[in-house]
């Protein structure tokens, strides 16, 4: 990040709580590209802080007191846009806000467990940087138009197809109903790039949907009853031994690898397990589609959104070694252009699409 290279990165740490705003100004600070320029309190320092500071990027706490964060979030939106990273709970609620606070603009989250913590400080801090350092070179997206209070249903069949897929519809394909498989990861502002992808799919799409979105424990199930309310095909968080269908799209629980698996002749289904290879990402997308790779063969379909890191590389090279099908978000489209950077550096992608046209690719290749 050329920023990054010619000036620390200049961090405004907002939060109610003492204890966090020492916490995350030191672990900040302790790194020579950063440099913690202020601290706020609440909603209206941080205001006053932006508007005085110019930072670089935000570290936004949710629950403060007066304006909380996700207010204090729009404002800043509104009034001058720049990266802004959630400090959320661990709880589904705090989920729940903190996927509201993703639609408004916000580039990524951080998981709220520094009180109290002592071990694995360092394992912290580290994730704590590289997403600073990758909202700082972020590309800044208008929320998407399928805020908090869209109802269910209130989004309209496409005309004229999606894309490349333009004129292409699930009857056109039906020839292999059912016969393939579509993967998909992605991590730094997958979910965004997920609500413009899936419901442009038609209700009838005639292929199973698996999906990795790095997200902790109790952030995938409000995660996919969100998408579910937004698409035409079922969407919902996966569980042990759900059976793969045309129109069904299952996210992978947080806190646990997802993997496909022939039970029986004409059946695949999910089976989860614990992070015994002590892989970085729970859940892994190089997990999921290494097994995709192993049971679909040529009929598996790969696919790589925007996203930090390179989880996916391992499992793309698969894919694509079993004569399946590859696509991968351009650059320009993408928050954060690193897993699908890795797939397009190596040579792995079939398409290079922008997000506009990743559901039309998809649909080009069922």
């Known amino acids: 990040m050329s920023k990054a290279m010619t000036a620390p990165i200049k961090v405004l740490v907002v939060d109610d709580s003492s204890f966090m705003r020492k916490t995350l100004s030191s672990m900040l600070g302790g790194d020579p590209r950063m440099s913690v320029v202020g601290v706020a309190r609440n909603g209206e320092e941080a205001l006053q802080k932006v508007a005085e500071l110019h930072p670089d990027v935000v570290t ?15 404002r800043i939106m509104e009034m001058r846009p720049l990266p802004v990273i959630m400090v959320s709970s661990l709880t589904e609620e705090g989920a729940r806000e903190t996927l509201t606070a993703l639609e408004w603009g916000a580039v990524d989250y951080i998981p709220k467990q520094l009180e109290g913590v002592v071990t694995n400080v360092v394992a912290i801090q580290a994730e704590l940087i590289a997403k600073v350092v990758a909202a700082a070179g972020a590309k800044l997206r208008h929320p998407s138009p399928l805020t908090p ?24 394909i039906s020839a292999t109903r059912g016969s393939k498989l579509v993967a998909i ?33 109790f952030f995938t199930k409000p995660f996919a009853e969100r998408m579910n309310q937004q698409c035409r095909i ?68 790969g696919v790589i959104l925007t996203g930090m890191g390179q989880d996916g590389l391992e499992g793309m090279r698969a894919i694509k070694g079993a004569k399946g099908r590859t696509v991968a978000q351009d650059e320009a489209s993408c928050v954060v252009y690193g897993m699908p950077k890795a797939v397009v550096e190596e040579g792995l992608a079939d398409k290079v699409a922008p997000l506009s046209h990743i559901a039309g690719e998809i649909m080009n290749m069922i």
């Open 185 to 217: 990861g992605c991590s730094t502002g997958g979910p965004a790039a997920l609500l413009e992808v899936l419901p442009l799919l038609p209700e009838d799409f005639p292929a199973g949907i698996v999906i990795v979105q790095h997200m902790p424990k």
């Open 60 to 74: 936004m706490d949710v629950e403060m007191p007066g304006m909380n964060g996700l207010e204090a979030l729009k």
């Open 149 to 172: 209070g869209t109802q269910p249903g209130a989004i309209k069949q496409p005309t004229g197809g999606v894309g490349r897929g333009k004129g292409l519809t699930s009857q056109s």
């Open 234 to 301: 079922e969407v919902r968080e996966a569980q042990e031994a759900d059976v793969i269908r045309p129109g069904l799209a299952l996210i992978a629980p947080g806190g646990v690898h997802m993997r496909l698996v022939r039970r029986r002749a004409i059946e695949v289904e999910v089976a989860l397990a614990p992070n015994t290879e002590n892989r970085h990402y729970v859940p892994s997308a190089d997990v999921l589609m290494l097994s995709v790779a192993e049971v679909y063969s040529s009929r598996g379909i």
